[in-house]
């Protein structure tokens, strides 16, 4: 009896912790939160939504054109400032054909995140810059888990329904 009861409770276990969300963290100065970004979306096997108030990052464009190219579904919400920024990314990724709007209803569109298969979020002060690598402080969370992406993805469709197409 007390044999099923200890598996029992195992099995439990492993159950209750499937549901504990899987995060890495990552700090700059000190630790390379563009490698895990791009690394993030190499795993891509269907979808990212991006959302970015300041995109200037070659690195992490770069990963983005390289998963539309292996047919991933890239589609990016841009902060209004990306419009006429002297360098962005936005240009970049509309000439690779990946489509990109530009969100001008709020004063700033301040979100830093990518959801990637509905199962995965990147998130955190970490803008998708080459000054959050290396000249700022900032934290990044890579979030595994359906629910919070699926919550993140919500709000993604909220945004894009008021934003505008970058023609």
């Not at 009861?5 to 000190?30: E, H, K, M, W, Y």
Request: overall charge positive; proline content about 3%; hydrophobic content about 45%.
């Amino acid at each position: 009896m007390r044999k099923y009861v200890f598996i029992a409770l195992v099995l439990v276990s492993l159950n209750v912790l499937a549901d504990i969300p899987q995060i890495q963290l990552c700090f700059t100065p000190g630790q390379n939160c563009t490698e895990l970004i791009v690394e993030t979306i190499d795993s891509a096997k269907k979808s990212i939504l991006v959302q970015a108030y300041s995109f200037t990052s070659a690195p992490i464009a770069k990963a983005l054109v390289d998963a539309h190219k292996r047919g991933i579904d890239v589609k990016v919400i841009l902060d209004k400032s990306q419009r006429k920024e002297r360098y962005t990314s936005a240009t970049m990724l509309k000439n690779y054909h990946i489509p990109v709007w530009i969100d001008y209803k709020p004063a700033i569109a301040h979100n830093k995140i990518m959801i990637i298969d509905g199962e995965t979020v990147i998130t955190g002060s970490f803008n998708f810059t080459k000054a959050a690598q290396f000249r700022n402080a900032e934290n990044l969370l890579v979030i595994k888990d359906r629910d919070i992406a699926k919550r993140y993805a919500e709000n993604w469709m909220r945004r894009v329904k008021v934003s505008e197409k970058l023609d």
